[in-house]
């Protein structure tokens, strides 16, 4: 048993790491034939990640790549593909954003305007995940197609509602939700030697990352959601509802992606919601899930590893190489990983095969004829 677990860890780590390398190899071969050298740009970005502001911006930016991945990973354990976690996330931080500006709620404690603020983004995030889920169980509509859809709707919602006769506010050129003020925000780490705090919602994300592990190793849900992405006829017969799954798993899809903008909003220096607040976060979090296997603790490697490409980029000017290398690794990276989880998952029943036939062919082979017992006394 020992044996098996520890072939099934290493076939699992074997496809990221492949990706890694392949990534590398073929990063390096684009910057030879560029006429550049893979030692002084690995060499530059490396040197960057030992300054402090670039280690604390590494630490935040994958904090926020993390709740996308966990957003992202939640449907794809029920074999849901939330392509709308992007559109979630952004419609959620700015009707929160526009909530925790609001003028009556000055008057209430800070720490209530945190938790309205949080549970803001939260049910923004899973109404609007929602909907798919809705159209799949009602329409049998597939969920890549409404939350691409989704996405390009809370495109036009937000640009509707961010306006001056509506929930914005206009300072100069700048149109962004009101500022929150003091209080509703939460408090940052300085740290000696570096202009870039650590974010006190990292916290948040180990929150949510020990919530997931915990649902998907400890619950009955959790198990649930397993049971029915893996076969939804076995669910059907063990008495699962795969329709509830399906909506259950993309409300709670959604609630993890409107937390997503809160690091930004609530620690960040805007204080607001703006057409500058980050995009694009809920597809660099499939890609996240997809390199961290959509395992709690592998997601975390993987959200660093891309915050620190994402902070160390602008070193590479440095040496003389476009910082859109790292765009170029990052895709690499994703491809690598599709491909080398097919060789992994073909190889994985490959062996699965032969550990069959191998137990088949020792229950099947005939025990050994037993000895006739010799007379005593003969």
């Known amino acids: 048993m020992t044996g098996s677990k520890g072939r099934r860890f290493l076939l699992g780590a074997a496809a990221p790491v492949g990706a890694l390398l392949v990534s590398v190899i073929i990063t390096s071969i684009l910057l030879v034939t560029t006429g550049h050298s893979p030692i002084d740009a690995f060499g530059a970005m490396f040197d960057a990640l030992e300054r402090p502001r670039i280690i604390l911006g590494t630490i935040n930016q994958s904090a926020i790549y993390y709740l996308a991945a966990v957003a992202v990973a939640i449907g794809f354990k029920m074999n849901l593909f939330n392509i709308g976690v992007d559109g979630q996330y952004r419609l959620a931080a700015m009707l929160s954003a526009a909530v925790a500006g609001a003028a009556w709620m000055s008057a209430l404690p800070g720490f209530l305007r945190i938790i309205i603020t949080l549970l803001v983004a ?13 159209l799949k169980v009602t329409r049998g509509v597939s969920e890549v197609i409404s939350t691409i859809m989704l996405n390009a709707i809370a495109t036009f919602v937000i640009a509707y509602l961010l306006t001056p006769q509506r929930l914005a506010v ?51 849900f959790g198990f649930s959601i397993k049971a029915t992405g893996m076969s939804e006829s076995a669910a059907i017969a063990s008495g699962i509802s795969v329709k509830k799954m399906i909506v259950s798993a993309m409300l709670l ?23 500058n607040f980050p995009t694009g976060i809920g597809f660099t979090g499939i890609a996240i899930a997809l390199l961290g296997r959509n395992h709690p603790v592998g997601m975390i490697f993987s959200a660093l590893l ?26 690499i990276i994703v491809l690598s990983v599709v491909v080398a989880y097919e060789f992994v998952r073909r190889y994985r029943l490959t062996l699965e095969a032969k550990d069959v036939a191998r137990a088949l062919a020792a229950k099947s082979k005939p025990a050994p004829a037993a000895e006739p017992a010799s007379g005593v006394g003969s």
Do not use: C, H
């Open 122 to 134: 939260m049910a923004v995030g899973a109404a609007w995940a929602g909907v798919a889920a809705l």
């Open 170 to 220: 206009q300072e100069g050129n700048n149109i962004s939700t009101p500022k929150i003020t003091e209080g509703g925000q939460l408090g940052v780490i300085f740290f000696e030697g570096s202009t870039t705090p650590l974010y006190t919602l990292v916290a948040l994300a180990a929150v949510v990352g020990v919530l997931y592990a915990l649902m998907l190793s400890r619950t009955v």
């Open 253 to 275: 899809s959604g609630a993890v992606a409107g937390l997503i903008g809160m690091p930004e909003l609530l620690n960040g220096s805007a204080a607001s919601y703006s057409l």
């Open 306 to 331: 891309w915050a620190a490409l994402d902070n160390s980029a602008n070193a590479l000017q440095g040496v003389g190489v476009p910082r859109e290398l790292v765009t170029i690794m990052q895709g």
